[in-house]
């Protein structure tokens, strides 16, 4: 089935400490990519967006993904995280059925920054 | 406010009762989706208006789930005779432009109402 597979459910990391959060996509042709959190008591807000051209895509808050095709992977990754950075992670996929009319989402993944 | 406003927060449904639960976008936003969201999950699709135009309904799952956006502003998502299955948070977000694949706008997001049924 078609669907938005993010790998980790729970993240624990202390201040400073390097992240990466997996998503992979099974959806054929050309997609839309995006990546949505929400912090604690929060709505869901973008953080950042792929459409197309360098498959390196810089977002708010020192966040950045890398698109890389043939894996059908949208990773996210932050160099050194901060307590701030503490919330829910979505990544989403904007599939050519239907029109690219709606964002698939993946189940989150919950990061935990210790200080 | 400026953001997307929904209401009621929480609501609390016996078995087998009507709810309504209501979306006020961004002013101007021409693209309004309901999500569902259930424990522990991401957000589900359900439906998507283009103004006041219903354009994709397949993530309804059932015919118990109705929604509306009548003058294409404030939009109701409306569920028949609630099933314990229904709990969950529904969410309401807007776009300023209508989705294609070269111009999908960013979606903004009001809190949800959540919804339980006993």
């Known amino acids: 089935a078609q669907s938005v597979s993010q790998h980790n459910h729970h993240v624990i990391l202390s201040e400073a400490a390097s992240l990466e959060l997996g998503c992979n996509y099974s959806y054929g042709g050309t997609v839309n990519l995006f990546w949505y959190v929400q912090y604690p008591g929060q709505h869901l807000q973008l953080l950042l967006k792929y459409f197309s051209g360098d498959p390196l895509v810089k977002g708010i808050k020192g966040f950045e993904a890398e698109f890389i095709k043939s894996k059908f992977s949208f990773n996210l990754r932050k160099p050194s995280v901060q307590w701030s950075d503490t919330a829910e992670y979505f990544c989403?996929?904007?599939?050519?059925?239907?029109?690219?009319?709606?964002?698939?989402f993946g189940a989150g993944t919950r990061l935990a920054v210790h200080p | 406010g400026a953001g997307v406003s929904q209401s009621p927060r929480y609501k609390v449904a016996k078995r087998g009762q009507d709810v309504a639960l209501r979306c006020d976008p961004i002013?101007?936003?021409?693209?309004l989706f309901w999500y569902q969201q259930a424990l522990g999950q991401g957000p589900e699709f359900l439906t998507y208006?283009?103004?006041?135009?219903?354009?994709?309904k397949s993530g309804l799952p059932s015919d118990r789930f109705f929604a509306e956006r009548p003058e294409g502003s404030v939009s109701t998502l409306k569920i028949q005779r609630t099933q314990q299955e229904d709990s969950a948070v529904y969410l309401c977000a807007s776009s300023l432009i209508a989705q294609g694949r070269a111009n999908t706008g960013e979606l903004f997001f009001g809190e949800g109402s959540r919804l339980t049924v006993l």
């Open positions: 002013s101007g936003h021409v693209s």
């Open positions: 208006f283009q103004n006041e135009a219903q354009l994709d």
């Open positions: 989403a996929v904007n599939p050519p059925s239907g029109g690219y009319n709606k964002l698939i």
